[in-house]
């Protein structure tokens, strides 16, 4: 259908299903729908059982999984969360994302690039300016 899956919850024991999706351009409430019935479609034929099924966007604060969407938010506001801490005990930077090698990311902490070691993100995700 042309949108990027990027990230699915189950929680309740499998009673709710979230989907989060995008695309470039964003996503509508009508593009949210029209996922929402083919997966119950599709669900429904795998004979999956769930109660309830929301389908929405990731929002502004969207969370960032791997190499690709580093690249494609470069110059962007994020937050990463490292497993283990840095020399100095820091496992949170927040910053904008900058140059992606393959191995690492380097994120600009107040003008200052630092590298992370990108098998060492726990998580990371869009930080929008309000």
């Known amino acids: 259908m042309g949108f990027e899956p990027v990230l699915t919850q189950v929680s309740n024991q ?11 351009g964003g996503v509508t409430v009508d593009d ?3 996922v929402s019935r083919h997966l119950e479609r599709l ?22 999984r791997g190499v690709r969407d580093y690249l494609r938010f470069a110059g962007q506001k994020a937050e990463v969360r490292m497993r283990t801490p840095n020399e100095k005990g820091q496992r949170r930077f927040v910053g904008l ?33 309000f």
């Open 14 to 24: 499998g009673k709710l299903v979230r989907v989060f999706i995008d695309r470039a």
């Open 32 to 34: 949210c729908a029209d």
């Open 43 to 64: 669900l429904a034929v795998e004979g999956v059982s769930y109660d309830r099924m929301e389908v929405s966007s990731p929002g502004l604060d969207r969370p960032l």
């Open 97 to 129: 994302l900058g140059e992606v090698r393959p191995t690492a990311l380097t994120i600009l902490v107040e003008g200052k690039p630092i590298a992370l070691d990108l098998n060492d993100i726990d998580r990371a995700k869009l930080a929008p300016d």
